[in-house]
């Protein structure tokens, strides 16, 4: 039978280990039959990547931290060198300091919503400008992961809130300037999950246990359901869509206060 994804070349963004909804999505993919390259923030990490890679079909593996243009650069000549090409795109990545993410927002730093909004939301955009070369006229596909906390207020999330709102409102953008190069880009909005990086926003736990307990759902989301609907995204499937967020949350984000 042929599989969604034969023959593509797919780049993740943002596995750090197991419980990374980047790892999820990589799962997702590769048994559709693409082809992908890993990325990894630092050697740290990327021990846990080259761990995990042999589940997958013999990815390629390289170190890419966002902040640096010349390491997107190099990443993007790396993959043009070894696949000629690129398929789609899986931005799983965001980072603030674990300070800023607690108490009030009106105590942020400007220094920390500066970081944050460089690595959560302009990494997008410095990724996808770099990419293009590699994706146009490929009906090629571009995804990245939002959060509720972007629209509406959530405890402590503060400054990646206002990350992610921007990351929503570049991928309108984006998918304006992108689409006539036959690109689409979307992003996920998915509830919350225990991660490495959502462990650093206080009060994860009980925001996730809340929303088992209110979400239509009745459950927690799990990195396989927003691998599945990153699939969907990547893949001819969704080839009519372009600029949405579209949510993975059990449908909480219906529910009035
Ligand atoms: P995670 O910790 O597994 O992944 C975050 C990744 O970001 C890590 O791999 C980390 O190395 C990477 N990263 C941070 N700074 C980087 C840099 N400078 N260069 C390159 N990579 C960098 O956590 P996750 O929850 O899987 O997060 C993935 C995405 O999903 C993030 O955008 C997050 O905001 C979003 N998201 C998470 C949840 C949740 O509840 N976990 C909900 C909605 C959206």
Redesign the pocket.
């Given at each position: 039978m042929t599989q969604l994804l034969e023959g593509k070349t797919g780049l993740i963004?943002?596995?750090?280990?197991k419980?990374?909804?980047?790892?999820g999505i990589a799962n997702s993919v590769s048994k559709e039959g693409a082809r992908l390259v890993l990325?990894?923030?630092?050697e740290r990490?990327g021990e846990n990547v080259r761990a995990l890679a042999p589940q997958l079909n013999d990815p390629l593996l390289v170190q890419?931290?966002?902040?640096s243009d010349e390491q997107i650069q190099a990443l993007m000549a790396r993959i043009g060198g070894e696949a000629g090409g690129l398929d789609f795109i899986a931005h799983?990545?965001?980072?603030a300091p674990r300070e800023a993410l607690d108490g009030m927002y009106a105590d942020t730093k400007r220094d920390d919503f500066r970081v944050a909004l460089d690595?959560?939301a302009y990494?997008l955009i410095a990724v996808a400008r770099a990419a293009l070369p590699l994706m146009k006229d490929r009906q090629a596909a571009i995804v990245?992961?939002?959060?509720l906390g972007a629209e509406r207020v959530i405890q402590n999330y503060n400054v990646?809130g206002v990350a992610?709102a921007a990351l929503e409102a570049s991928v309108r953008y984006l998918a304006n300037d992108l689409g006539p190069h036959g690109i689409r880009v979307n992003a996920i909005?998915?509830?919350?999950?225990?991660?490495?990086?959502?462990s650093a926003v206080g009060g994860?736990s009980s925001m996730i246990k809340l929303h088992a307990e209110r979400a239509p759902l009745r459950k927690q989301v799990d990195?396989d359901e927003v691998g599945d609907a990153a699939l969907f995204l990547v893949s001819p499937l969704s080839r009519g869509i372009s600029g949405e967020v579209i949510y993975v949350d059990g449908g909480y984000h219906i529910l009035g206060v």
């Open positions: 963004m943002g596995v750090a280990n419980r990374s909804i980047a790892w990325t990894y923030q630092n990490l890419c931290d966002v902040s799983v990545l965001a980072f690595i959560s990494s990245t992961l939002t959060y990646m992610k909005s998915a509830g919350p999950i225990k991660t490495l990086a959502s994860i990195i």
